[in-house]
């Protein structure tokens, strides 16, 4: 349970069944020097900062702290954010997904987007509890981060009706998309050559480029965006 004006940090996975991960020697790393910034994720989370109830709008997002791929600027894109969504009545929640320069995924480019989707189905699955419309949760990223948000908001789906998993039936598909400074293309002359090289490898086939390039991946289903 969590109250309002206080975050909560909830695992995106249940304990052992982390998709496509598998155990290292890895251990997380979280540099707080002069701010906070985690790399080499090993257990995926979302923190859940909730506004007052008094002040809340239903309105909740999504925010991927960016870091090329790296490292997450957990606080200065993160956190931070978070706290001023809530002065504006909105929910906000801080992924802290994995990066794929981390030797512990499998297939290093898919565990992002498979954390980002995990993240919006777990948003809606709780949204009862936490005082969120379902209909009103959107994704927010900054530089890499907005790639992800991007990434997320053009590679969705409606949920497994099947699934075990009640979480899994959710739809991750966001309502709206917030990109700020964000990579967006890995064809393009102005793609961002160090995230695309972090994500997808320096070998990366044609389709793997055009596949996250997400300003080619747009659709009559993508949501509104700015």
């Not at 080499?40 to 997002?61: H, Y």
């Not at 907005?146 to 959710?170: R, W």
């Amino acid at each position: 349970m969590v109250t309002h004006a206080q975050n909560l940090i909830l695992p995106l996975y249940p304990e052992g069944q982390i998709p496509n991960y598998h155990q290292t020697d890895e251990v997380e790393i979280r540099d707080t020097s002069n701010a906070v910034r985690i790399s080499k994720v090993q257990t995926p989370d979302i923190a859940v900062f909730l506004p007052s109830k008094r002040n809340a709008s239903g309105e909740a997002v999504i925010i991927c702290p960016g870091g090329g791929y790296h490292v997450l600027a957990y606080d200065w894109e993160g956190s931070d954010i978070a706290k001023y969504w809530n002065s504006k009545g909105i929910a906000a929640i801080v992924l802290k997904y994995r990066l794929p320069t981390s030797k512990s995924q499998i297939e290093p480019h898919k565990s992002p987007l498979m954390d980002a989707q995990r993240a919006m189905r777990l948003v809606r699955y709780h949204a009862e509890e936490w005082n969120i419309n379902p209909d009103r949760v959107g994704i927010m990223g900054f530089s890499a981060g907005g790639h992800l948000a991007s990434t997320l908001s053009t590679h969705f789906d409606n949920g497994n009706p099947n699934a075990n998993d009640p979480v899994e039936k959710m739809s991750c598909r966001p309502d709206f998309s917030i990109l700020i400074y964000p990579v967006i293309s890995f064809t393009a002359d102005f793609m961002h050559s160090g995230s695309q090289k972090a994500l997808i490898g320096e070998q990366a086939s044609d389709e793997m480029k055009e596949y996250y390039s997400n300003e080619l991946q747009i659709s009559d289903d993508t949501p509104p965006t700015i």
